[in-house]
């Protein structure tokens, strides 16, 4: 099993991949990436790029099942919900010693705080929407997201 990474390094990450702007070019960018790296590693991932609750990229390579689309859907409400990516919530109580579902008192058929969703930070804006990525273990949709955001930050940059 992957470790979970401690709460301070998924805080720091939310504060690093801050955008300057997304528009729904910067969303299939994305999204696309994300398709590219899933088709290159035969990854059984589903994919979903949203602004404002507005999917503006879904995909789901081979592999991937409608209940990565329920995971996709619970995981997204869990970052509107809270404002940061789903590992981060799930970690959050963790580190509290508890777990979500206990802590939350939310309903986990709606939400779950798993990773691999993230939200869609623009500098000096806040959120602006959510990435999502289903269908590997929690903390491995986490760090495919973070790469392909990693990458589009350092390309908004110039």
């Known amino acids: 099993m992957t470790d ?3 709460l301070a390094e998924l805080a720091a990450e939310e504060v690093e991949l801050q955008l300057t702007r997304f528009t729904n070019d910067d969303a299939w960018a994305l999204g696309s990436a994300l398709v590219a790296r899933g088709r290159a590693e035969q990854l059984p991932i589903a994919i979903e790029v949203s ?7 879904h995909a789901a390579l081979t592999g991937a099942t409608p209940d990565n689309d329920e995971w996709i859907a619970r995981k997204a409400r869990t970052v509107h919900r809270f404002g ?3 590992l981060a919530v799930g970690q959050r109580f963790r580190e509290l010693g508890t777990t979500f579902e206990a802590g939350s008192g939310l309903d986990p058929e709606l939400y779950a705080a798993h990773g691999g ?5 623009v500098r000096d804006v806040g959120p602006v929407g959510v990435v999502v990525v289903s269908g590997l ?16 930050v350092a390309q908004q940059a110039g």
């Open 51 to 57: 602004r404002h609750s507005h999917q503006l990229f």
């Open 84 to 86: 940061h990516s789903s």
């Open 4 to 6: 979970f990474p401690a």
């Open 117 to 121: 969703g993230f939200p869609l930070l």
């Open 137 to 152: 273990p929690q903390v491995e949709d986490h760090r495919m997201v973070v790469a392909a955001l990693r990458d589009l």
